[in-house]
């Protein structure tokens, strides 16, 4: 028997699935990660006028983490509190917005669809400029078989950490006193650490290592799910963790590298090769067997392949919850 409050938790992933699906993050609203973001910007700031030397930049890094990390997820247990407080039907609605807005899977398929269409009437130069608003390489020289790549890797990369990795910290949440938008935000606040501080380049190397570190581990576990779930959704499990196994150690990630390749194998695609960032050159491992080119249906199936995992992923949430008591 599923209890009164594991339903209501459950509720609020679906919810959370549904409002991502259907509206995403609606223009000129306020999102948390941009508050989570201003906040990096202006600690990590003071901080790097604070300190200078590599041992107590590293020591600020482990505070500049931990205070983001664990203090969104105090302000979001702290805003879910109070709407329950005020009535359970508006803690509903409260935490169910804030654990769509940890999910970016609407906002994926937009940016995706937003170069596709583009370059479906063969308008290169838009879908250049479009493609040049959601990823860092140069785009400016970007063939069309380019700008393909582009998309897929940006699809199957932002898949684990934008959709599936905070969805398994809501599934998570859901069975704990936290409950699931805690767990999403503060994973969310983990992962715009990471993007913000966490380069390998001054003046973020020693600042920024503790998150990007943290960040790393927090979604090994999920993106290994997530390398599983895209195995058995495509019907060869064998042959997608042989082709991962094999190509995925040799990205310097270790989850996006992993991401990439799950969808590479499963679609018969090749990701990897040579990049530009502002002109130099970079070239990353391949991945998967180019058994056809990257193709906008490809792309389609990608997305697919995604909203089927969480499905699945929900499924299994609700499976767990009739069978086990809680």
Known sequence: ????????????????????????????????VQVIGKWIERLSKLLLNRFHQPLTLKIAGIFLGLSTIVGTGLVVWGIVYWARWIHPFFGLGVESILVASGLAGRSLRDAAYDVLGPLSTKNLDMARDKMALYVGRDTQQLGEAGILRAVMETVSENATDGVLAPFWFAMVGAFLPTGSATLVLGYKAASTLDSMVGYKTPPFKELGWFSAK??????????????????VLSGKPRQVWHICRRDAPQDPSPNAGWSECAYAAALGVQLGGINYYQGQKKEKPLLGDRLQDISPDSIDKALSLTRWSLLLWMGLTIAIASVVPF
Request: aromatic fraction near 12%.
């Open 1 to 32: 028997m599923v209890s009164i409050d594991i339903t209501y938790s459950l509720a609020i992933l679906a919810i959370a699935l549904l409002l991502d699906y259907l509206i995403g993050d609606p223009w000129n609203w306020i999102h948390p």
């Open 214 to 231: 943290f960040e790393d581990g927090l979604t090994w576990l999920p993106c290994r799910l997530v390398v599983a779930t895209i195995s």
